[in-house]
């Protein structure tokens, strides 16, 4: 009599524990997907509000010097910067706050007219310029 | 007729237990073969959400073959191209890390199967481990 009242027992807690796992199992898999598109559309909705326009290119102490400015509603982090489709210099710190405009120095590179100028951001973004008068 | 009712409680009891166990590791490798493999594409689905590569700049010129393309991660995971696609045909010849980590970039050198003529529209296609795939439309310039 004693035997089978703990057999019993054991029985359901062995369910309880078998419902409790796979309960677990499928509560963390839901968790997980809905973490991942979260973080999905935040990054898709923040590439939308990233907008960088180059305003001007100048020179300074015999420098190239491209103004850009963030027109967007978002912070931005310039990564690239591109001439005639070949990367000049990749930027590790260069932030702009939304509304702000940023001057980006370029030491030995000089332009010419017709000289096609890309910025990128680190969300995939960008600006481009094509010099129409040498700077 | 002691002996033909049946087995004695210990054997019974042993009997049950060594049932019991085998019936466990049955169960058990069965279901850890599946939860693994379920997570395994779980996994994957996640991993592939959170993927994200662009081809940041490229160039084609008529007439030349090679090809350089600066690509991104600007998504959360490192990434790993597998293969890469020009107008639906593999590309063999590929050269540079492919292994790209979150927030870098990377300079790829692909040859083409043949010279591209000027303005001849390039369909370009990164493949990755995970299986996400990444197009860009190029112009061939003259």
Do not use: W
């Not at chain 1, 706050?97 to 030995?108: D, F, M, V, W, Y």
């Not at chain 2, 010129?61 to 597998?82: D, F, M, P, Q």
């Not at chain 2, 639906?88 to 050198?109: A, C, H, M, R, S």
């Not at chain 2, 010279?115 to 296609?125: D, G, W």
């Amino acid at each position: 009599m004693k035997k089978k009242a703990s057999s019993t027992v054991l029985g359901s807690l062995l369910f309880i524990i078998i419902i409790t796992s796979i309960a677990f199992s499928i509560f963390s898999t839901a968790l997980d997907y809905q973490i991942a598109i979260k973080k999905y559309l935040k990054r898709q909705e923040e590439k939308k509000r990233e907008k960088i326009e180059i305003i001007e290119i100048g020179k300074d102490d015999g420098n190239i010097q491209i103004t850009i400015r963030n027109s967007g509603s978002i912070d931005v982090k310039i990564a690239a910067i591109y001439i005639n489709h070949i990367l000049i210099k990749t930027l590790e710190h260069v932030y702009i706050p939304a509304g702000n405009e940023r001057k980006i120095t370029l030491e030995n590179i000089s332009l010419s007219k017709g000289d096609y100028i890309k910025i990128v951001t680190d969300r995939g973004n960008f600006a481009t310029y094509i010099v129409e008068k040498e700077p | 007729m002691k002996n033909t009712k049946g087995i004695s409680p210990i054997v019974s009891d042993l009997l049950l237990a060594t049932i019991v166990v085998a019936a466990f590791a049955i169960v058990y490798a069965a279901t850890t073969g599946i939860t693994t493999q379920m997570y395994n594409y779980f996994s994957d689905t996640f991993n592939r959400i959170t993927e994200d590569l662009i081809i940041e700049e490229a160039y084609i010129k008529s007439g030349n073959e090679t090809v350089t393309l600066y690509i991104r991660n600007i998504g959360e995971i490192t990434s790993k191209i597998t293969s890469i696609y020009c107008n639906g045909t593999l590309i063999d010849q590929v050269y540079g890390e492919l292994t790209i980590k979150k927030n870098k970039l990377t300079v790829i050198k692909i040859k083409l199967s043949k010279k591209p003529s000027p303005y001849a529209p390039q369909e370009i296609t990164i493949v990755t481990a995970l299986g996400s795939k990444f197009t860009a439309r190029l112009i061939t310039q003259p």
